[in-house]
């Protein structure tokens, strides 16, 4: 039948054209091409007229079916059409609404006094260095001009590897490290991790961190020593803090020094936190050895210069009023979010 053929036809070329429909207007010409009132359906009237009784009802059947058919596609492309556009609207920019919280994680508090000592050093000429945890022992204690019985040395102290290498006891070998790979003058700091044989508890734990320096150069002396400790204390603390220098041993400085800054708690009267001295030790120090520039090959003659180390979690713990060392290991990110 010429007109069953016909409405197929219609249907299947309005399918394909609603198929790549993009806008809600491409599906409006459709319907109005297939279904509307000036549509092909309505073209087919003269033809339904001519076909004979007997096949009417099937044929009016099909062109209604056909219409339907059409009907429920045109409903469903302009759904698809909305659901697109909403999910593009999406990805625009509504500048109106407020802002997602971002959460991001933050540098630990041990990293941050890291970067700031780094940052003071730089500024003075330091050069920010580093070396490896794992250490020989030459580096670590022999170099350093550690004699052989030296407590610090022992396996109660020190951890050691089968091999007989060790766990750095200080940042002091990165001094070594250094001076081995270059000629004087030598201008470094180096912060890293150090690893005794402690029992933790509120101020001990099996591992710590140090920033070490090392300056040498033709004239180099205690007194520049002490003006470099006093400019990093004033920077990291605020001004008004003081050095104190008091006598000490460190087999790799002669003479050696522990140096003490203003206790910060409370400004140098004495608390309970500066055991009531006014001071919190926070910095070994020295002349570098003469024994340990020979051990590098360095001329004792011709170049001198001083060397220091500083507990990074004390500086922290001083500054940020934190009373348990074991806060810096706990990852409770209560403790962490403060900082
Ligand atoms: N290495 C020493 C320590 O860990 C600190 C120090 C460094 C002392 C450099 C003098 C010179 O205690």
Redesign the pocket.
Known sequence: MELLDQIQSIVREAETALASAKTENDVETIRAKTIGRNGAFTALGPLMGKIPPEEKPVAGRAFNEAKQTLLAKIEETKNRIADSAAESAGETIDVTLPGRKWHAGRKHPVCQTFDECCDIFRRMGFIATSGPEIETVFNNFDALNAPADHPSRSMVDTFYFADGRIMR????PV?IRTMLAQKPPVRIVAPGR?YRRDTPDATHGVYFH?I??LYIDTDVSLADLKSTLMAFAAEFFGEGIRVRMRPSF?P??EP?VECDFTCVMCGGKGCKVCKNSGWIECV???MVNPNVLRNVGYDPEQCQGF???MGIERLTMIKHRIEDLRLFSENDVRFLEQF
């Open positions: 006891s200080h940042t002091s001094q150090c140090q070490e320096g460190f790799f400085t050696s070994g120090a020295g060397a220091f180390g």
